[in-house]
């Protein structure tokens, strides 16, 4: 098993994110942090196989302990800015996953990661075919693309929209927020309930039919 470290600020998106690697075959988690300093002890603590590491903790950047942590590292954040991918690249990050993900797509890199290690996990000497392809592997299920006839960005601005709010939201109001029709609205946000990162339920008013309204959970 791939003994797995998570390490996020909000215990929430972390108990989330637990659940998104406990479903994937041949992975564990053995624990959550919530800080840099916990971090790290955790890490200490632990001695993970792999860290699945956010930017924005309270106490310090993620950023600042990756190169510390001498441990394989995903980075799962809602950073977006070119400066923080570069800087991770730079410390040693295997790869990087932007805030909002679907449960499908860190599924892929897990496993890329997964068959990775295994690559390397024989003390032999390598050829350059060998390396080449490690890092193939490493990448070669990766996905950055929205559900079917979906669009990436839209899917971005939607799940914006609903992290701002910081209430539930109809897909009435959410079309209102960003100028587009209900059945667009309703199109993305039953994907992203679907993928995890939302959480759907039905709003009682005093008369009528009900209605769905989402929530942002932050994974």
Not at 38 to 58: G, Q
Not at 168 to 196: K, N
């Amino acid at each position: 098993m791939i003994r797995t470290l998570i390490v996020d600020d909000d215990f929430r998106v972390a108990g989330v994110h637990a659940g998104f690697v406990e479903e994937v075959e041949g992975f564990a988690v053995v624990g959550t942090a919530h800080t840099a300093a916990e971090a790290r002890a955790r890490v200490r603590e632990l001695s993970p196989d792999l860290i699945l590491l956010d930017v924005y903790l309270p106490d310090e950047s993620g950023l600042a302990v990756l190169p510390e942590l001498q441990t394989d590292t995903i980075v799962l954040s809602a950073a977006t800015d070119s400066a923080s991918v570069a800087a991770a690249i730079r410390a040693g990050a295997l790869n990087y996953l932007i805030k909002p993900f679907t449960t499908r797509q860190l599924a892929e890199r897990l496993t890329s990661y997964a068959r990775f290690r295994a690559l390397l996990a024989e003390e032999r000497a390598l050829a350059q075919d060998d390396v080449d392809r490690a890092y193939r592997v490493l990448h070669d299920q990766d996905r950055t693309s929205a559900p079917k006839g979906q669009s990436t960005a839209t899917s971005r601005l939607v799940s914006e929209q609903l992290r701002k709010a910081g209430r539930p939201l109809s897909a009435a109001e959410v079309a209102g927020e960003l100028g587009m029709a209900r059945a667009t609205a309703q199109r993305y946000l039953t994907a992203l309930a679907e993928s995890g990162t939302v959480q759907m339920r039905l709003r009682y008013g005093a008369t009528g039919r009900p209605e769905h309204e989402y929530r942002w959970t932050g994974a």
